[in-house]
């Protein structure tokens, strides 16, 4: 039967209203139809069931749109390899996720919706697979990596710095999962804090936050020596080729990517004053609650006094004394100057993020010349 969008978001969107249950449904579906499954996720469930339906939403409300799903399953078919993923678990995983949908939609169900789902899997599934099968002719499913260097900024601020055990091929702006073997099947995106280096080593940026396994683990008890896995690298979020002058709006560990970034554009463009290879400048705003929390300004410095074309602006929005800029990232934003002509990349807490590419909108910046990503869930 031919794909028939209509009846999948028709009855999905009966599901929507008990994503919880139905998402629990699902796992305990599959697990008692492969037992063995159950050994590839982590030992709670809760934040796996929320990952799931929200990866699943996505999928089902883009099915309209067949160049923007090809894209996200081919990140999830890559991304899946980390997992142990393999052609044979798709399957099962399709038998579950059907069985979830006939129970929780059965008031509307017909065998029109079954074919439907069956036909919509089958081909999700496939672009998955063939993504995965694609990417493990390049690249390991994951890399083991040792920590070579961990430095607490802040109570909760850490920036650690790891070796991978064979180089990875990354572009400055992407993330990758990140599990410490105190927390196994457990994994946790990370942006990359730095533009390639020589010695293949990457920098994460991590900050503890309530209830986070991998990011308490990675500021408060990872040392060095310690070995960690790396995922594939992933995002869109990497750098310009416009020639066009740059703005960074960063807020907190947000700066991470950002960070990457400018490092590679001011390291490619010195000494080209003219043409596509120029230095562009780049205006890099740098926001915390408190200036005790600029948990980088230092270095920043140290890179600004290097590039005369980048400015550094550190913004404290909760501290009315602060001898400096303050406010929010996004009113302070405004406040400077218009940045019509500029790429623009913003990185931080997702209100501020939905904020700033608002006004961004609003004032006029093209949409393509927004740049913005977070790391994406995987079921």
Same mark, same amino acid.
């Given at each position: 039967?031919?794909?028939?969008? @209509?009846?999948?978001? &028709?009855?999905?969107?009966? /599901?929507?209203? /008990?994503?919880?249950?139905?998402?629990?449904? =699902?796992? *305990?579906?599959? =697990?008692?139809?492969?037992?063995?499954?159950?050994?590839? =996720?982590?030992?709670?469930?809760?934040?796996? %069931?929320?990952?799931?339906?929200?990866?699943?939403? @996505?999928? /089902?409300?883009? !099915?309209?749109?067949?160049?923007?799903?090809? !894209?996200?399953? *081919?990140?999830?078919?890559? $991304?899946?390899?980390?997992?142990?993923?393999?052609?044979?678990?798709?399957?099962?995983?399709?038998?579950?996720?059907?069985?979830?949908?006939?129970?929780?939609?059965?008031?509307?169900?017909?065998?029109?919706?079954?074919?439907?789902? !069956?036909?919509?899997?089958?081909?999700?599934?496939?672009?998955?697979? &063939?993504?995965?099968? #694609?990417? #493990?002719?390049?690249?390991?499913?994951?890399?083991?990596?040792?920590?070579?260097?961990?430095?607490?900024?802040?109570?909760?601020?850490?920036?650690?710095?790891? +070796?991978?055990?064979?180089?990875?091929?990354?572009?400055?702006?992407?993330?990758?999962?990140?599990?410490?073997?105190?927390?196994?099947?457990?994994?946790?995106?990370?942006?990359?804090?730095?533009?390639?280096?020589?010695? $293949?080593?990457?920098? =994460?940026?991590?900050?503890?936050?309530?209830?986070?396994?991998?990011?308490?683990?990675?500021?408060?008890?990872? +040392?060095?020596?310690?070995?960690?896995?790396?995922?594939?690298?992933?995002?869109?979020? /990497?750098?310009?080729?416009? *020639?066009?002058?740059?703005?960074?709006?960063?807020?907190?560990?947000?700066?991470?990517?950002?960070?990457?970034?400018?490092?590679?554009?001011?390291?490619?463009?010195? *000494?080209?004053?003219?043409?596509?290879?120029?230095?562009?400048?780049?205006?890099?705003?740098?926001?915390? @609650?408190?200036?005790?929390?600029?948990? $980088?300004?230092?270095?920043?410095?140290?890179?600004?006094?290097?590039?005369?074309?980048? %400015?550094?602006?550190?913004?404290?929005?909760?501290?009315?004394?602060?001898?400096?800029?303050?406010?929010?990232?996004?009113?302070?934003?405004? @406040?400077?100057?218009?940045?019509?002509?500029?790429?623009?990349?913003?990185?931080?807490?997702?209100?501020?993020?939905?904020?700033?590419?608002?006004?961004?909108?609003?004032?006029?910046?093209?949409?393509?010349?927004?740049?913005?990503?977070?790391?994406?869930?995987?079921?």
């Amino acid at each position: 039967m031919s794909l028939n969008p @209509r009846l999948v978001k &028709e009855s999905f969107s009966v /599901v929507e209203p /008990v994503a919880e249950e139905a998402a629990a449904y =699902f796992y *305990g579906r599959l =697990f008692s139809g492969s037992p063995r499954l159950r050994a590839m =996720f982590p030992p709670a469930m809760g934040e796996q %069931r929320e990952r799931l339906f929200a990866a699943l939403t @996505r999928i /089902v409300w883009m !099915a309209d749109n067949p160049e923007g799903l090809s !894209a996200y399953l *081919g990140r999830l078919g890559r $991304d899946h390899r980390k997992y142990g993923v393999v052609a044979e678990h798709y399957t099962a995983f399709g038998d579950a996720l059907i069985a979830t949908i006939r129970r929780f939609a059965a008031e509307i169900w017909t065998p029109e919706m079954e074919a439907a789902w !069956a036909a919509a899997y089958r081909m999700a599934a496939d672009m998955m697979k &063939e993504a995965a099968e #694609a990417d #493990a002719e390049a690249a390991p499913p994951w890399w083991p990596a040792e920590v070579v260097a961990h430095e607490r900024r802040t109570r909760d601020i850490a920036i650690v710095t790891v +070796r991978p055990s064979q180089r990875m091929d990354f572009r400055p702006g992407q993330h990758v999962a990140l599990q410490t073997a105190r927390w196994p099947r457990v994994w946790r995106a990370f942006s990359i804090a730095n533009a390639p280096r020589a010695d $293949d080593t990457l920098s =994460f940026h991590v900050k503890a936050v309530p209830g986070g396994w991998v990011s308490s683990s990675l500021v408060r008890e990872t +040392r060095i020596g310690d070995q960690v896995l790396l995922g594939p690298p992933a995002g869109t979020m /990497v750098p310009p080729d416009s *020639g066009r002058d740059i703005l960074c709006v960063a807020g907190g560990t947000g700066l991470a990517p950002l960070k990457a970034i400018v490092e590679h554009v001011v390291e490619h463009t010195t *000494g080209h004053t003219t043409g596509p290879g120029r230095v562009p400048g780049i205006h890099l705003l740098f926001g915390a @609650r408190h200036a005790a929390d600029l948990y $980088d300004l230092d270095d920043l410095i140290r890179m600004e006094s290097g590039h005369p074309r980048l %400015r550094v602006l550190p913004v404290v929005s909760d501290e009315p004394d602060y001898d400096g800029i303050t406010g929010s990232l996004p009113d302070v934003m405004e @406040r400077l100057r218009p940045w019509g002509e500029h790429e623009v990349y913003v990185c931080g807490p997702a209100p501020m993020v939905d904020d700033a590419v608002s006004r961004l909108r609003r004032s006029g910046v093209p949409t393509s010349r927004i740049h913005h990503d977070s790391p994406y869930g995987a079921p």
